[in-house]
């Protein structure tokens, strides 16, 4: 009987208790948002619940994209606008966030009023799959694998220099350029690639030094042959950052040499250098890889 007793008890007490915690988790405000609309860490979006970026996180992520005052940065899922507050109130840019939920949306654009910073903060209501960010200079999301793999064809008709920083998730087989951690939270970084694939006959401006280099390339990955005279050989610590080539190779006098230069088109400006001397070279692609 005493044993009965006891277990009613306890059994009362958990129910007080759970049913108390239930009230209490009912009327204990949201840690964000204001008196108009209280978003929950993990509330349920269109695509993605919303969970909010850490602070600092944010900071690594706009410094590892070099954001400054020149800058048009594109939140794509922009939640409470946090992204591109910091993005105008820290670095001067532009900013844009395009966010698919109506009391968002308009939490994020009283936010950025209260920031200071409403002259430089556009929050647009909407579908990121359907809104224009080609304008974009940066672009930051936080949204999931298959929808960052969905925009990756988006992305990649971007201007060649555009960065794309993600909280959390990659872009599948597209190697991201730099990896951060910050909070135990990873993001990482990619710079739009230029096309640099295809037949490429270099030539020095001011001498007879020609070459000729056939390059293939695997978004930003860049591989392939240079030809000078009779000898091929493979290109070296070759890079592509948005329209940036650079690679080295061995000349026919067993010297190491670069080229650095800017690809424009079909056409390519830069330097032939060694360790002591450099000269201006041109480039022309004359045919396709395929």
Known sequence: MIRTTIRLACLALAVLTASAWAQTATIVPSDFGDEFYRPRSGQAGKDVVWVP??????????????????????DLGAGDGKIPIAAARDFKARAVGIE??????????????????????????????????????????????????KL???ILKM????????????????????????????????????????????????????????????????????TIGSKSQPLLSSTLSGNNLAFFFTDADGISRSIRGTIDGDRFDGWLRNATHETRVSGQRTAAIR
């Open 53 to 74: 970026t850490p602070d600092a996180l944010v900071t690594r992520m706009l410094q590892a994209a070099k954001v400054t005052d020149k800058d048009v940065v594109y």
């Open 159 to 226: 201007k060649p220099g555009t960065r794309v920083v993600s909280h959390q998730f990659n872009m599948r087989d597209w190697d991201a350029d730099e990896v951060l951690t910050e909070s135990y939270r990873d993001a990482y970084l990619w710079i739009v690639p230029g096309d640099a694939s295809g037949r490429w006959t270099f030539q020095e401006q001011r001498g007879e030094w020609v070459a000729t280099a056939d390059i293939s390339q695997s978004f930003q990955r860049i591989g392939g042959y240079i």
């Open 100 to 149: 698919y939920n109506p009391e968002m949306a308009a939490l994020a654009r009283r936010n950025a009023d209260r920031a200071g910073v409403a002259d430089r903060v556009k929050i647009v209501t909407g579908d990121i799959f359907e809104q224009n960010f080609s304008e974009a200079t940066v672009v930051t999301l936080y949204l999931l694998p298959d929808l960052n793999y």
């Open 152 to 154: 990756r064809p988006i």
